[in-house]
């Protein structure tokens, strides 16, 4: 089905009050919202709604909104193409390795290894197939995190093509939440899941940050992997503490190693504590405990 992005820029204030006016008034029927930094030095950022059915009576309904919170925005429109991302393969992008796992596309199966978790990636625009020092990086620090403990419910915050939740759904055998921002990518990490038989074991929803009931339903998590951008994961440290279990382990990447003090002071700040810190390529996968 195609979506049409209806989207307007404002001010880090406006944009949190628009979400919020947003959130409550298309509650009933779903539709995806989503905040956007565009620029922090100027404050913009964008909002974003992603509608499907009559758009008209939507943008109206988005009008009328802005209008009740004495604002006015020009809303501009975007439509979406109706892809089968699923369909864009890896071809020409060699199989990767990382720990016991193995990252493929539909053309390598024949190169699994007897012991290997194979994970098979199709999702050509998803970002995160493996290739990445910040993907291969999180498969590595997870298969430790998991077998050193065992972890019972796991979120994965940002899942693009769903290759680290469904990596956790294998090796231990539990329900993950899997979100993103993204409805493109919800929709790549849902097939992906049913590709390498766990569908039944993630759950996949579009929800920017923790602005979802679904998390409510789910809380607390005892494990945590979140492979998105250093700024974002330092705002949300506050919102990571209360969503996982005393205890528990969070995993994050997306990290320069610049910007690798930075963020583990952010959750120091939120009584974590660091574990461990891999390096690849000239980014780092963090291991922190609540």
């Not at 950022?45 to 758009?55: C, F, K, M, N, Q």
């Not at 990636?121 to 998803?126: D, T």
């Not at 693009?160 to 939440?177: D, R, T, Y």
């Not at 440290?237 to 583990?264: F, K, T």
Request: with cysteine; aromatic share 4%; hydrophobic share 45%.
């Amino acid at each position: 089905m195609t979506q049409t992005r209806l989207h307007f820029t404002t001010g880090k204030i406006e944009a949190e009050r628009i979400f919020a006016a947003l959130e409550l008034a298309f509650e009933d029927e779903g539709l995806p919202i989503a905040v956007l930094e565009v620029d922090e030095d100027q404050d913009i950022h964008e909002v974003s709604l992603y509608a499907d059915g009559d758009v008209d009576a939507i943008e109206a309904r988005v009008k009328d909104i802005l209008a009740g919170l004495a604002l006015s925005k020009p809303v501009e429109r975007e439509v979406l193409p109706d892809i089968d991302w699923v369909a864009r393969s890896l071809e020409g992008l060699k199989p990767v390795r990382a720990g016991r796992f193995f990252v493929h596309g539909a053309h390598d199966r024949r190169k699994r290894h007897s012991g290997e978790l194979a994970i098979e990636i199709e999702a050509g625009l998803a970002f995160g197939t493996g290739h990445h020092g910040t993907t291969s990086g999180c498969l590595e620090m997870l298969e430790k995190v998991v077998r050193r403990e065992h972890p019972r419910n796991a979120l994965d915050l940002g899942t693009g093509s769903a290759v680290l939740a469904i990596a956790v759904a294998k090796l231990a055998h539990i329900p993950v939440l899997a979100t993103d921002i993204d409805p493109v990518a919800v929709r790549v990490a849902a097939a992906n899941a049913r590709l390498n038989h766990v569908k039944a074991l993630i759950e996949t929803v579009t929800a920017p940050g923790f602005h979802h009931p679904i998390f409510g339903k789910r809380t607390p998590f005892d494990l945590i992997v979140a492979n998105i951008l250093a700024r974002p994961l330092m705002r949300l440290a506050p919102q990571m503490a209360g969503h996982i279990a005393l205890g528990g382990s969070i995993v994050l990447s997306g990290i320069l190693e610049r910007q690798r003090d930075a963020v583990i002071s952010a959750y120091v700040g939120q009584n974590f504590r660091h574990v461990r810190t891999l390096h690849r390529e000239g980014w780092v996968t963090i291991h922190l405990k609540r």
